[in-house]
């Protein structure tokens, strides 16, 4: 797998304040689906229910995602026995704070998920 994490690009999404609002929108729903998280050395785990029909929003999300903020880097994982999808979002150093602040703080705000593991 490639993992070479480029340090070039700029910590700025790239999203107009009203683009941002919308997007912010986005990703309260997607949290709420959230069922656990884990805190990584350079990011965040998120784990949702391994139902199919998840996979198309957690796609669509990293899809937006990746087209305003390159810095982060994502990882949608299956572990068997398939009773989760993990989405990593991970970065270079800086990254970790914006994934908080956009992310991590949406689930706490608006799910009873804390930063805790379950089994994978």
């Given at each position: 797998?490639?993992?070479?994490?480029?340090?070039?690009?700029?910590?700025?999404?790239?999203?107009?304040?009203?683009?941002?609002?919308?997007?912010?929108?986005?990703?309260?729903?997607?949290?709420?689906?959230?069922?656990?998280?884990?805190?990584?050395?350079?990011?965040?785990?998120?784990?949702?229910?391994?139902?199919?029909a998840?996979?198309?929003d957690?796609v669509?999300?990293?899809?937006a995602?990746?087209?305003?903020?390159?810095?982060?880097t994502?990882e949608l994982?299956?572990?068997?026995?398939?009773?989760?999808?993990?989405?990593?979002?991970?970065?270079?150093?800086?990254?970790?704070?914006?994934?908080?602040?956009g992310?991590?703080a949406?689930?706490?705000?608006?799910?009873?998920?804390?930063?805790a593991s379950?089994?994978?």
């Open positions: 797998m490639f993992t070479e994490i480029n340090t070039d690009i700029a910590l700025v999404c790239s999203l107009t304040p009203s683009e941002l609002e919308v997007r912010g929108g986005e990703i309260t729903q997607l949290v709420t689906h959230v069922v656990a998280m884990e805190e990584l050395a350079d990011g965040y785990l998120f784990a949702f229910a391994g139902e199919a998840r996979l198309p957690l669509a999300f990293v899809l995602e990746r087209a305003c903020c390159p810095f982060f994502f994982t299956f572990p068997s026995p398939h009773e989760h999808i993990w989405l990593s979002i991970r970065g270079r150093e800086g990254v970790k704070e914006i994934v908080y602040d992310f991590v949406k689930v706490l705000e608006n799910t009873k998920v804390r930063l379950i089994e994978r």
